[in-house]
């Protein structure tokens, strides 16, 4: 089938306030109508339920904000940077701030391919005592390995080891309120989950704030953070 697409423009943004409890899917949902409503000259899939060419580097998990979300989109038309995102801008949804818009090379690896580590901020208030807080980190640090089950496809449980997912770990304390930076692997088949991370400390991640604050791709010769 022929190219139709002429321009692959990056969009950086944060996922901030009410967005929390938006579903990755809801988000997806978000920027569609953004593009529509903002008449982006945006690429669409062939076939009865035709859809924007768009793409997402990592999803979000419900409960977590962002500052560093990344997204491609493909143009049929080609357009400058900053003129796309002032017509996003015009349209954009409450939660949803736009950091930065580039073009991209059309055939650059899928963003899924190229994301390589994340880093999250998890603020702890309450749920757990401060002495328990620091002896389960501390424990997690000098753990050879932290086995955990998840669900896999078709409702299977899959064991895995959490620890070589985690590259970093620092807690600090501010007036009893705890922050916990966990630097995290992000790869294909090889994901560090803050939520999972949090359950392995006795924390519901509902309660607790999670705010992703860095995501790491490599572009081959160089690596680029968001």
């Not at 062939?46 to 998990?61: C, V």
């Amino acid at each position: 089938m022929q190219q139709t697409y002429v321009q692959r423009i990056r969009v950086v943004f944060r996922k901030i306030g009410a967005t929390r409890y938006t579903s990755h899917l809801d988000v997806a949902r978000t920027w569609e109508r953004i593009l529509n409503r903002a008449k982006v000259p945006v690429d669409y899939s062939h076939g009865f339920n035709r859809r924007p060419k768009m793409q997402f580097a990592t999803a979000t998990a419900l409960g977590t904000t962002s500052d560093c979300e990344v997204m491609d989109i493909w143009l049929r038309e080609e357009r400058e940077p900053a003129e796309v995102q002032e017509m996003m801008q015009s349209r954009i949804a409450p939660g949803i701030e736009i950091r930065e818009v580039y073009t991209v090379k059309t055939k650059e690896a899928s963003l899924q391919a190229m994301t390589r580590e994340t880093t999250f901020r998890a603020t702890i208030s309450e749920g757990i005592s401060a002495e328990a807080l620091k002896a389960g980190v501390d424990k997690m640090i000098a753990a050879e390995s932290i086995i955990r089950e998840r669900k896999a496809k078709k409702g299977k449980i899959k064991s895995y080891d959490l620890r070589p997912l985690i590259f970093d770990l620092a807690l600090e304390e501010h007036d009893g309120i705890f922050d916990l930076t966990m630097r995290l692997a992000l790869e294909p088949g090889k994901t560090g989950r803050p939520d999972e991370l949090l359950k392995q400390l006795g924390l519901d991640p509902l309660d607790v704030r999670i705010h992703r604050i860095k995501l790491v791709l490599d572009h081959g010769d160089k690596q680029i953070t968001y």
